[in-house]
């Protein structure tokens, strides 16, 4: 069986780029890359030079691809390993990077490839947007969630030690290379909880993309490479549509991404970093805020139906893990400090119906601690 090789366009002008999907596409990096390059630059690469950022779990696998892959295209190529988990997406492990690339005597023409999740796509994002004010760069991501989210759309970054994605850019990369052979090796966790995001999609934007995605929720569950393919093209057009829109995220048309978010945010915070991956909080925060919207009398029980059992059929959590260590006045007070809240109001993007959510401003914070109680955080 052979797999079609999918192109999405990200239109933005001058910083228009393609995300190319297909199977098998990180041992021809060097030849894949090469007419972005030349959009880009204007030119083909001279001497061309490189620096593959990944993590220590993706490095040994697909980073050490890509470097062979550019080095024998005619790279002169370096790689480094950041280890492995969100801690790397700090400015202190940004400066080591810096360091590596001045000791390299890298320059403007110096190209960053990010190969790894979104850490390492945004860590090394934030890096090629300000290493000499900003590097040719190209994403390469290597997690389901990176696939469909976080590759898509510029946002670079790292933390700060008291705020997440505190620091960091809009930088749009040359193109992105979507190799789904490299799911292969990503762990069954992460895997499902790429897969919230693209549920999310379908909620948020696109109605007929759920109704597919609940007829073939077998396929999903075994990763079927043909229909992941379809998937994840499909899912970065939906984000590509309002990126395009709302680069900057100033119109408030980027906050739709947010569905569940507002609750996740909270649940991951509280539950501790790392007790939920963040597909996981997802799942749980679509539920909640579906019944919110049941609440305010947006949608019926069967939109929030829907949800439930998609979630369950992948293998998403819909409730919170137990022993819950926070009670519901803790999750309103987070929800409050959102970076997304206005002026400490609760503000919760809600479906109105499948495919189609609204941001609700000042809803009661009565409703919220019912549907919290829902889930037993009380
Ligand atoms: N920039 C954006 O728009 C945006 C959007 C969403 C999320 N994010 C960010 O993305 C980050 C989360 O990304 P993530 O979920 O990809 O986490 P991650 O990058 O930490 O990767 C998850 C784990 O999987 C491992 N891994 C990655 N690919 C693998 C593979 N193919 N085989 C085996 N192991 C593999 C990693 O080493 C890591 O241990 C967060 O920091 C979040 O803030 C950014
Ligand atoms: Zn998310």
Redesign the pocket.
Known sequence: MTIAEQTVCVSLGPRTYEILIGPELLPRTGELIFRWYVQHAGKPPQKPRGLVVT????GP??GETVRRSLEAAGWSMDLIALP???AS?SLDVVTQVYDRLIDQQADRQTTIFAV???????AA?FIASTYTRGVPFIQI??????DV?????????V?HPRA??MI?AFYQPFGVLIDTS??????DR?YR??LA?VVKYGVILDAEFFTELEAHADALNVRDPEFLAKVIARSCRLKADIVEKDEYERTGLRAMLNYGHTFAHAFEALCGYGEL???EAVSIGMVCASRLAERRGLIDASVTQRQVDLLTKLQLPITLPAPIGFTAADAIGRMRLDKKAVAGQLRFVLPTRMGYVETIANVPEADVATVLAEINVR
């Open positions: 993590d220590s779990n993706v696998i697909h492995a988990g969100e997406k790894g999740g979104g850490v390492v796509g945004d994002g991501p290597t997690t389901l969630l990176a989210d976080s590759s898509v759309g510029g946002k670079v970054g933390n997440k994605n960091g490299a799911l292969a090796t990503l762990p992460e909880s790429g995001e991956l963040h597909g």
